[in-house]
C-alpha cells in the first residue's frame, strides 16, 4: 500500500470519528491504566462493569492497597484472570506508591516495570492518558493492519514499528482508536462487513468483493 492510499483511509477515519478514545471508562491516568490491566482477555464492557463500583471506593493507589487483594478480587471477581489481575494491581499499586508518589508515570521504561504491565498496556496509556503518539497492537489492530495491508507485519511488534513508520504524523495520535474501532465493528474477525465499510475501495483484501456481495445479499432479505 502506498503513501497516498494510507493517507486517504485515514482522512476518512477521521472524517467519521474526529475525536476517537478507548471504549474504557476512566477518570484519571491510575484508572485508565488499572482498566487496561483489567482488559487482557476481557471485553471492555465486561471491565467497566466490574471498575463502575471499584473506583466508586477506592479510584487512587493508596485507596486500592487499603481494599486489599482479598477484597479486591471481589470487585473484579467476573473478569477473566482475576486472580492473578488482582495480584498485579495490588503490586503495581504498591509500586506506584513507593516508587512514583502514587502518579502513573509518563515515561516507557517506568510503566514496563509496573507488575502486569506490558508494552501494549505502557502503549495504551501514554497514548490515551499522556497523549503520545504511540500504537498498542492488540489482535483486532493486527487483524486491520495485515488484512487491509496499511501495515503488513507477522508479529505484532513488526505491525507497531510498520505503523509508527509508514503511517502520516498527522494521524498518530489518533491511529490506535481508529484502527481498534474499526476492526471491532467493521472489519471483525470472521465475517468483515465489507459493504458497510467506509475504506472499501482504499483496502488491499484480497476478498473483499465476497464479503460485500454478502452483505449485499443478507440486506436485501
Known amino acids: 500500500m502506498n503513501r497516498d492510499k494510507r493517507q486517504a483511509i485515514f482522512e476518512r477515519l477521521r472524517a ?3 475525536q476517537p478514545t478507548t471504549e474504557l471508562e476512566y477518570r ?11 482488559s487482557a482477555q476481557a471485553t471492555d464492557r465486561s471491565v467497566n ?17 487499603a481494599l486489599g487483594e482479598a477484597r479486591l478480587r471481589q470487585y473484579i471477581r467476573t473478569i477473566g484472570l482475576f486472580n492473578s489481575k488482582a495480584k498485579n494491581i495490588i503490586a503495581t499499586c504498591q509500586a506506584l506508591v513507593d516508587e512514583h508518589d502514587g502518579q502513573v ?45 496499511i501495515a503488513r507485519g507477522k508479529t505484532v511488534r513488526a505491525v507497531e514499528e510498520r505503523l ?54 443478507t440486506a436485501g432479505g
Request: aromatic residues 8%; positive net charge; hydrophobic residues 45%.
Open 105 to 149: 508515570p509518563a515515561q516507557r521504561k517506568a510503566l514496563e516495570a509496573l507488575p502486569g504491565v506490558g508494552r501494549k498496556t505502557a502503549n495504551v496509556v501514554l497514548n490515551t492518558a499522556f497523549d503520545q503518539p504511540t500504537m498498542a497492537v492488540d489482535t483486532h489492530i493486527f487483524r486491520v493492519a495485515n488484512r487491509t495491508g
Open 16 to 18: 467519521a470519528n474526529p
Open 28 to 38: 484519571t491516568p491510575f484508572e485508565l491504566l488499572v482498566a487496561v490491566i483489567l
Open 49 to 65: 462493569k466490574a471498575t463502575r463500583p471499584l473506583f466508586a471506593v477506592a479510584n487512587m493507589p493508596e485507596a486500592i492497597l
Open 164 to 217: 509508527l513508520r509508514l503511517l502520516p504524523r498527522e494521524f498518530l495520535k489518533d491511529a490506535h482508536h481508529w484502527l481498534i474501532l474499526h476492526g471491532r465493528y467493521v472489519c471483525v474477525a470472521r465475517k468483515p462487513r465489507c459493504g458497510a465499510c467506509p475504506i472499501y475501495d482504499l483496502c488491499e483484501f484480497k476478498d473483499k468483493t465476497r464479503y460485500a456481495d454478502e452483505d449485499a445479499d
